[in-house]
């Protein structure tokens, strides 16, 4: 089950910034990309040297901890097709993209549901005209009415994220 997501924003490695040598989760890549790899030593050695990427990490490390928070609540409060318009929005949001190479079964994993759940949920966007979906491939349509679609999650993930960034010294 998808506890983050991490893209073009993000950084895999926290427990690194904080100084630890192992992580207690697994990273998995959903949809190809472009990522650099450092080597953990190499990576403490510019964090010594670099306050400001040291800073920017600490930062990041508290919005990963925040979207875990909320997407943990999420999977339990919030049904299936609002969890998958949430997950569609913060997905197509990290990869710049509203063409989402994305099968069934990945969203099910996911989601932590059955592939016929979000058979289901897919069908209910598809046919309100917010998303379009076709061989492992979903492309969102309207990403306004997506959003009002989904969970109040993504609004609130949003809205935190954005006072952080414009309020962080």
Not at 85 to 90: E, F, I, Q
């Amino acid at each position: 089950m998808e506890v983050g997501l991490v893209g073009k924003e993000g950084f895999i490695g926290l427990p690194l910034v904080a100084g630890f040598k192992t992580a207690s989760n697994r990273a998995v890549a959903q949809i190809d990309g472009t990522a650099f790899r450092i080597a953990g030593e190499t990576l403490a050695l510019f964090l010594r040297q670099c306050t400001k990427l040291d800073r920017r990490l600490q930062q990041y490390s508290q919005i990963a901890g925040m979207q875990t928070a909320q997407i943990a609540a999420c999977n339990r409060l919030h049904e299936v097709n609002e969890r998958l318009g949430r997950w569609l929005l913060m997905c197509a949001d990290r990869v710049e993209s509203n063409e989402l190479p994305l099968t069934q079964e990945l969203l099910a994993q996911m989601l932590g549901t059955r592939r016929s759940s979000v058979t289901v949920a897919a069908g209910t966007l598809q046919k309100a005209g917010l998303i379009a979906y076709s061989g492992g491939e979903v492309r969102i349509i309207d990403g306004l009415r997506l959003e009002e679609a989904a969970c109040e999650c993504y609004g609130i993930m949003q809205r935190q994220i954005e006072e952080w960034q414009h309020g962080s010294v």
